[in-house]
């Protein structure tokens, strides 16, 4: 059950890196012909602070068997790189603990007081979702546990579960995408959130990204409620189709690299490693050898 569990969540990792690392190709200029033309950038493509905290998030499953809390933001401060393009305020959070700093603490008093409700906590939980696969129940707790350990804010925390839950429920195979986000409402707050999600339903008959986007977002803001609904609609409308997932979701622009991270971890939690296209892989950076247990 543990192996079982621990593939689908190393399999959404890979789908989440392969997506943060050709959406982060997009913010070269002379990389934008690639985007409009659905063509591949030139390798290598390098991921993000989406993938690095990621897979603090599948170590700490694969040590811990749950979301330790305190190993998980003491895993996130030693694993940050700078270089990574993380924001300003998460940069200074990860350096505070590493030097000793209380990380409830200083999550909490973020933003005086009000807490981060930026995207980083939903860019970086599909893992986790791929593992509590057969508990939607336990991804929701277990995000909310994982969001908190770097940002309070309600709508940074609905955003993890909304992402986590997705997760879960596309690692039991193709739905419809109506249903899919039913399922994933049952489970988040209310909050903006909650309701961009909802707007996502209700604009699953439209095929333009760009159009989704206008009404949902695109991560533009970096805030959880300006990505997460448009990941959904992106994730529900090709669930079954990890490479169209993908451009779909880099043509609404945006902050490209976490949208298509978090709709590549959720489309990818149900797919055998053989269907994520190879070409990609030899053109993205592999994953850190840290994330092996020793």
Same mark, same amino acid.
């Given at each position: 059950?543990?192996?079982?569990?621990?593939?689908?969540?190393?399999?959404?990792?890979?789908?989440?890196?392969?997506?943060?690392?050709?959406?982060?190709?997009?913010?070269?200029?002379?990389?934008?012909?690639?985007?409009?033309?659905?063509?591949?950038?030139?390798?290598?493509?390098?991921?993000?602070?989406?993938?690095?905290?990621?897979?603090? =998030?599948?170590?700490?499953?694969?040590?811990?068997? +749950?979301?330790?809390?305190?190993?998980?933001?003491?895993?996130?401060?030693?694993?940050?790189?700078?270089?990574?393009?993380?924001?300003?305020?998460?940069?200074?959070?990860?350096?505070?603990?590493?030097?000793?700093?209380?990380?409830?603490?200083?999550?909490?008093?973020?933003?005086?007081?009000?807490?981060?409700?930026?995207?980083?906590?939903?860019?970086?939980?599909?893992?986790?979702?791929?593992?509590?696969?057969?508990?939607?129940?336990?991804?929701?707790?277990?995000?909310?546990?994982?969001?908190?350990?770097?940002?309070?804010?309600?709508?940074?925390?609905?955003?993890?579960?909304?992402?986590?839950?997705?997760?879960?429920?596309?690692?039991? @195979?193709?739905?419809?995408?109506?249903?899919?986000?039913?399922? #994933?409402?049952?489970?988040?707050?209310?909050?903006? #959130?909650?309701?961009? =999600?909802?707007?996502?339903?209700?604009?699953?008959?439209?095929?333009?990204?760009?159009?989704?986007?206008?009404?949902?977002?695109?991560?533009?803001?970096?805030?959880?409620?300006?990505?997460?609904?448009?990941?959904?609609?992106?994730?529900?409308?090709?669930?079954?189709?990890?490479?169209?997932?993908?451009?779909? +979701?880099?043509?609404?622009?945006?902050?490209?690299?976490?949208?298509?991270? =978090?709709? @590549? @971890?959720?489309?990818?939690?149900?797919?055998?490693?053989?269907?994520?296209?190879?070409?990609?892989?030899?053109?993205?950076?592999?994953?850190?050898?840290? =994330?092996?247990?020793?």
């Amino acid at each position: 059950m543990l192996h079982d569990r621990l593939q689908r969540s190393r399999l959404s990792l890979l789908g989440l890196s392969l997506g943060d690392a050709l959406g982060s190709q997009f913010f070269i200029p002379g990389n934008r012909h690639h985007l409009s033309s659905q063509s591949l950038p030139p390798a290598p493509w390098q991921w993000t602070d989406d993938t690095e905290m990621a897979c603090s =998030i599948y170590l700490t499953l694969a040590v811990h068997h +749950t979301i330790d809390q305190d190993a998980l933001a003491a895993s996130f401060a030693r694993r940050h790189d700078f270089d990574r393009g993380y924001g300003p305020a998460t940069n200074r959070l990860l350096r505070l603990i590493r030097e000793g700093g209380d990380w409830r603490t200083l999550a909490a008093d973020l933003f005086d007081g009000a807490g981060s409700w930026g995207n980083g906590a939903a860019m970086r939980v599909a893992p986790l979702g791929a593992f509590y696969a057969d508990d939607p129940a336990e991804a929701a707790r277990q995000a909310a546990l994982s969001a908190t350990a770097t940002h309070t804010h309600p709508e940074a925390v609905a955003g993890a579960i909304a992402v986590a839950v997705a997760a879960a429920h596309a690692a039991s @195979g193709p739905q419809p995408p109506g249903p899919f986000i039913d399922q #994933v409402l049952e489970y988040v707050p209310p909050g903006q #959130v909650h309701d961009g =999600i909802r707007e996502a339903r209700h604009l699953l008959t439209v095929t333009d990204p760009e159009t989704a986007a206008y009404f949902l977002g695109n991560g533009r803001t970096v805030a959880a409620h300006d990505t997460v609904p448009f990941t959904l609609w992106a994730a529900a409308r090709h669930l079954s189709d990890y490479q169209q997932a993908i451009w779909t +979701t880099a043509a609404a622009g945006g902050d490209i690299d976490t949208t298509c991270a =978090i709709v @590549g @971890g959720i489309t990818a939690a149900a797919l055998d490693p053989d269907h994520l296209p190879d070409s990609w892989r030899q053109a993205a950076e592999p994953l850190p050898d840290w =994330i092996n247990p020793s």
